[in-house]
T-cell receptor, first 114, second 115 residues
């Protein structure tokens, strides 16, 4: 069975600070990896995804994530956060042999102070 | 439509009542997924359809939960004899590429409160 662990439940940053949200997964096979974001009052949206190839993937709004296979990690980063990045962030994984079923972490709430 | 549409947005049910939650996916999306999200947690997989075929229902918590997608478009999640532990947000998502490899487009969810 696969599982996802997001280490930080709540992160508070000031504008322009750098962001890194941790995500580790547990699964022995080949995976697809995702980050989703949920802005206040909105639905979950796909931020970025990794299937294969370059382990550094870039998403919308200046976000990027790096897949480190040896560490089973897929951390989300942004060099300089904005107040509008305040949201809840979810990491998710599915097995490439069963991509119909994704496992999500419990989310990290990011609060950016202006 | 432009996005995944779910109805109702909010549902309050008395314990023991049956409820039906509707999902209208993006037109042409082959794959449709239902997730349950409890307060403070991430979405938990319930079931998955490819067109009208229910390929995985391993996440349905009990035989009180039933999902269908008879014509390969709109889907309904039915919960019979609701219990307080069924209170959660029920999310529907659809995906164009085969299975979930492309990532999901989510609806806004239905918040079910069982009293």
């Amino acid at each position: 069975a696969q599982s996802v662990s997001q280490h930080n439940h709540h992160v508070i940053l000031s504008e322009a600070a750098s962001l890194e949200l941790g995500c580790n997964y547990s699964y022995g096979g080949t995976v697809n990896l995702f980050w989703y974001v949920q802005y206040p009052g909105q639905h979950l949206q796909l931020l970025l995804k990794y299937f294969s190839g370059d382990p550094l993937v870039k998403g919308i709004k200046g976000f990027e994530a790096e897949f480190i296979k040896s560490k089973f990690s897929f951390n989300l980063r942004k060099p300089s956060v904005q107040w509008s990045d305040t949201a809840e962030y979810f990491c998710a994984v599915n097995a490439q042999t069963n991509a119909g079923k994704s496992t999500f972490g419990d989310g990290t709430t990011l609060t950016v102070k202006p | 439509g432009a996005g995944v549409s779910q109805s109702p947005r909010y549902k309050v049910a008395k314990r023991g009542q049956d409820v039906a939650l509707r999902c209208d996916p993006i037109s042409g999306h082959v794959s449709l997924f239902w997730y349950q999200q409890a307060l403070g947690q991430g979405p938990e997989f319930l079931t998955y359809f490819q067109n009208e075929a229910q390929l995985d229902k391993s996440g349905l918590p009990s035989d009180r939960f039933f999902a269908e997608r008879p014509e390969g478009s709109v889907s309904t999640l039915k919960i019979q004899r609701t219990q307080q532990e069924d209170s959660a947000v029920y999310l529907c998502a659809s995906s164009s590429p085969f299975r979930g490899q492309g990532g999901y487009t989510f609806g806004s969810g239905t918040r079910l409160t069982v009293v």
